[in-house]
């Protein structure tokens, strides 16, 4: 009789995981069909800039900008409350935004939500955004003493930043190696940090620049290799808060 209940009960637990894997599923599907995918942006175009030319097509409830290795421009991905308004979008498709026409194309992913608590809370954190990137990627055994230029005219590196090359050397890249890479092409670093663990090879960094225009520049940063990775550079949606400090041991 009590290996009957346990029987019932585990079956009844992994048929209510399947409905929950459906029901999840399809709500995934649903907010990809409310989505659409926008490449060749601009640098100098913000989220907020990007999020005003859909307006029209109806309410936006998220846009992601993020950087792309291959190019110097950029693609994002713009969520609706409904379908209509991603169908409509789609005719903005050659529209002109900053330098270049952007194209407007159905989404095959979902934007992955953000923790809420993360957001920022007021103006000034949204301020302390528009000055942060998210960077991930970041090679774990990487050491930017031994930064060099693969062409060998280190003067370029600002100019030429998609072909700086970053040695590997076997020790775990530091936040010091990281604020010193931004800041020899970006700009001073006001706030950083550097984020992993044992489960990825691979570490994230948020990092605060003292001026707006040093974290635009910091976009053209994606896809200089640290390591054997290229990095991948986006604008933050959250903003780095400084550590409350620890309570002393006593």
Known sequence: MCCFVLLQRKNYNQGKHRINSRTSMAQ????????VYV????????????????VSCGQVVDCRICGDPSSVLRFAFIEFTD??????????????????PVKVLPSKTAIAPVNPTFLPRNEDEREMCSRTIYCTNI???????????????????KQSVSHVLFLYV?????????????ESICGE?????????????????????????????ALNCSGVVLGSLPIRVSPSKTPVRPRAPRSPLY
């Open 170 to 182: 076997g020790v775990q890249v530091t936040q010091a190696d990281v604020k010193s890479f931004f």
């Open 39 to 54: 490449s060749d942006i601009d640098l100098q175009v913000t989220e907020e800039q990007l999020a005003a030319l859909f």
């Open 83 to 100: 379908e209509e308004g991603a169908r409509t979008a789609l005719n903005l498709s050659g529209t002109m935004l900053g330098f270049y």
């Open 139 to 157: 090679d774990k055994k990487v050491h930017t003493s031994l930064m060099k230029e693969v062409s060998g005219i280190t003067t370029t590196i």
């Open 189 to 217: 670093v006001y706030r950083l940090r550097l984020l992993g663990d044992y489960n990825h090879s691979t570490r994230i960094a948020f990092v605060e620049f003292v001026l707006a225009e040093s974290a635009i520049a």
């Open 28 to 35: 995934r599907e649903d907010v990809i069909q409310r989505t």
